[in-house]
């Protein structure tokens, strides 16, 4: 079945850009949209955005100012840059498979399983 | 913008009980953009519920979605250990694209 792996660097520096990929295994990255989530310790869900096998993109709109999202369809992944990290940043980030029609929301059926990044000097 | 708020924000109930979560958003939602998600410690939210009504594939019948408009609920009709979490749920839409609620954590009493 379908799995997703997060991977990046756990820890950035304050001002830097958190870069982070997730790899789609078991299955085709085509045709879905994939979205990238964050939790803060002991907090909720946080959506970031989301990208499209074609590369059009939906970004939540308090983040849409520093978030870019991209897709590499030949090597089954997509990625996310936050630029201009502050320790407000610090979380658990998801990647995760939405699947859906016009006019209908299947949800976000795949996750990976999370990796933690920290903003510190 | 759409606020989903999530009541109550922590629910005490005992195994074999039954569970009424509220997902209450702050503009009509088309129920066929609802989602649920069920959410344990250190572990990845899993999709219980699509659609406000359907459930997403190996989740048990006990789980049941409803609702419509701005109010949307997910019941548990008998509790079983496995289920004690957090819940959240979640809006497709357009402004913004997506948002969660804020979950609902439910305990063991």
């Known amino acids: 079945q379908v799995q997703l792996q997060e991977s990046g660097p756990g820890l950035v520096k304050p001002s830097e850009t958190l870069s982070l990929t997730c790899t789609v295994s078991g299955g085709s990255i085509s045709s879905y949209y994939w979205s990238w989530i964050r939790q803060p310790a002991g907090k909720g869900l946080e959506w970031i955005g989301r990208i499209y096998t074609s590369g059009s993109t939906n970004y939540n709109p308090s983040l849409k100012s520093r978030v870019t999202m991209s897709v590499d369809t030949s090597k089954n992944q997509f990625s996310l840059k936050l630029s201009s990290v502050t320790a407000a940043d610090t979380a658990v980030y998801y990647c995760?498979?939405?699947?859906?029609?016009?006019?209908?929301?299947?949800?976000?059926?795949?996750w990976g399983q999370g990796t933690t990044v920290t903003v510190s000097s | 913008e759409i606020v989903l708020t999530q009541s109550p924000g922590t629910l005490s109930l005992s195994p074999g009980e039954r569970a009424t979560l509220s997902c209450r958003a702050s503009q009509s939602v088309s129920s066929s953009y609802l989602a649920w998600y069920q959410q344990k410690p250190g572990q990845a939210p899993r999709l219980l519920i699509y659609?406000?009504?359907s459930r997403a594939t190996g989740i048990p019948d006990r789980f049941s979605g409803s609702g419509s408009g701005t109010d949307f609920t997910l019941t548990i009709s008998r509790l079983e250990p496995e289920d004690f979490a957090v819940y959240y749920c979640q809006q497709y839409g357009s402004s913004p694209p997506s948002t969660f609620g804020q979950g609902t954590k439910l305990e063991i009493k």
């Open positions: 995760a498979r939405e699947d859906g029609i016009v006019g209908y929301y299947y949800g976000m059926d795949v």
């Open positions: 659609g406000a009504s």
